[in-house]
T-cell receptor, first 112, second 113 residues
Framework: GQNIDQPTEMTATEGAIVQINCTYQTSGFNGLFWYQQHAGEAPTFLSYNVLDGLEEKGRFSSFLSRSKGYSYLLLKELQMKDSASYLCAVRGVNQAGTALIFGKGTTLSVSS | SQTIHQWPATLVQPVGSPLSLECTVEGTSNPNLYWYRQAAGRGLQLLFYSVGIGQISSEVPQNLSASRPQDRQFILSSKKLLLSDSGFYLC????????????FGSGTRLTVV
């Protein structure tokens, strides 16, 4: 089976740093993705990890540990516009082919 | 440029009515295409995926079907909608110019009444 877990909700203040964790158990692994989804909109791509380590893209960083089945998304210098859901997704090597399997998402609320 | 189009944006349908949602991709050939559904308070659920014309794989047995009549066209259908079919339907394709980045269409919000 496949299982992707992430916290349901998180809150933070402007200018702060927040870390959103994701743990996964999948039949095969071929990459982990993070997406941002604002209310009522489609998800947009944030980051991709396939090897262990940290990938940095501006204010956003994503980390992967394949042996632990663990990833996190780090958001720095939080802004109000970062209030959104953050989706962790895994691309497996299974009957779903190249499809991404998503966790339920973490709703982040940024306050001033 | 590579783009994905999905329509309609919103739809209100009565129970028992048929459904047809269309997704088209431009600027690429032989893309991998996917249909997802996001119900209220739930994550994105993979419904169907297709790696080529006429090739459809179903992930969740339910009241829906999918077809791929042309290389860049992916259609989601139902003969008789149920209340439980309500949700946000998203078409996605795998960007072929990079090893990452699955791009989503703008989505269709379906309400079955």
């Amino acid at each position: 089976g496949q299982n992707i877990d992430q916290p349901t909700e998180m809150t933070a203040t402007e200018g702060a740093i927040v870390q959103i964790n994701c743990t996964y158990q999948t039949s095969g692994f071929n990459g982990l993705f993070w997406y941002q989804q604002h209310a009522g909109e489609a998800p947009t791509f944030l980051s991709y990890n396939v090897l262990d380590g940290l990938e940095e893209k501006g204010r956003f960083s994503s980390f992967l540990s394949r042996s632990k089945g663990y990833s996190y998304l780090l958001l720095k210098e939080l802004q109000m516009k970062d209030s959104a859901s953050y989706l962790c997704a895994v691309r497996g090597v299974n009957q779903a082919g190249t499809a991404l399997i998503f966790g339920k998402g973490t709703t982040l609320s940024v306050s001033s | 440029s590579q783009t994905i189009h999905q329509w309609p944006a919103t739809l209100v349908q009565p129970v028992g009515s048929p459904l047809s949602l269309e997704c088209t991709v431009e600027g690429t050939s032989n893309p991998n295409l996917y249909w997802y559904r996001q119900a209220a308070g739930r994550g994105l659920q993979l419904l169907f995926y297709s790696v080529g014309i006429g090739q459809i794989s179903s992930e969740v047995p339910q009241n829906l079907s999918a077809s791929r009549p042309q290389d860049r066209q992916f259609i989601l259908s139902s003969k008789k909608l149920l209340l439980s079919d309500s949700g946000f339907y998203l078409c996605a394709w795998r960007v072929t110019t990079a090893d990452y980045g699955y791009t989503f269409g703008s989505g269709t919000r379906l309400t079955v009444v």
